[in-house]
């Protein structure tokens, strides 16, 4: 079955290390996105990717850093200027800007 | 002022109860986007609609565009509806990939 595979589940990361959460669908949409929300709150936008090789910064995208290398493929990596990782991270794609978009079981990333 | 708004942030009611979640927006849109978060994070669209209603089993979205106003019913609840139902909107100008995010009313069916 189609879907999206976030990976891993669970995260954790010491104070000055980068880390990389791994998202790969097999829908063939364009598009795709990484959200973050934190407890009890709205997702907000890190970044977004309308076609392979292209992407654009969301709402907060200090601290993180995105490739499109692939269709299938949009990494997120958090680096170590991102002071406050501690979230849940959500990976979508759709199939363009006027569609549903599918999510990810998410990956809880955690500061040791 | 969010410029998504849902209402209640909190709901809790009897299997069986009629469930209403509303959404309000202040903002010119294109579509409405309905969403449910399961308690273990996964998120699933539900509905996306410009105008109108839309059913699927015993859920019902309805957007009426010159109130800006959207609803989200659930007829005969059931616990396994309990989630967080998000609501969230593609700014009519700008970038329809930045939705606008409520969020979110959390929704506890008692059985």
């Known amino acids: 079955d189609g879907g999206i595979t976030q990976s891993p589940k669970y995260l954790f990361r010491k104070e000055g290390q980068n880390v990389t959460l791994s998202c790969e669908q097999n829908l063939n949409h364009d598009a795709m996105y990484w959200y973050r929300q934190d407890p009890g709150q709205g997702l907000r936008l890190i970044y977004y990717s309308q076609i392979v090789n292209d992407f654009q910064k969301g709402d907060i995208a200090e601290g993180y850093s995105v490739s499109r290398e692939k269709k299938e493929s949009f990494p997120l990596t958090v680096t170590s200027a991102q002071k406050n990782p501690t979230a849940f991270y959500l990976c979508?794609?759709?199939?363009?800007?006027?569609?549903?978009?599918?999510f990810g079981d998410g990956t809880r990333l955690s500061i040791l | 002022k969010n410029e998504v708004e849902q209402s209640p942030q909190n709901l809790t009611a009897q299997e069986g109860e009629f469930i209403t979640i509303n959404c309000s927006y202040s903002?010119?849109?294109?579509?409405l986007h309905w969403l449910q978060q399961h308690p273990g994070g996964g998120i699933v669209s539900l509905f996306m609609?410009?105008?109108?209603?839309k059913k699927h089993g015993r859920l019902i979205a309805t957007i009426n565009i010159q109130e800006k106003h959207s609803s989200l019913r659930i007829t005969a609840s059931h616990p396994r509806d309990s989630a967080v139902y998000i609501c969230?909107?593609?700014?009519?100008?700008?970038?329809?990939?930045?939705?606008?995010w409520g969020a979110g009313t959390k929704l506890i069916i008692k059985p």
């Open positions: 903002v010119g849109i294109s579509a």
């Open positions: 609609l410009s105008s109108g209603k």
């Open positions: 979508a794609s759709s199939i363009g800007s006027e569609q549903p978009q599918h």
């Open positions: 969230a909107a593609p700014p009519h100008r700008g970038s329809n990939y930045q939705l606008i």
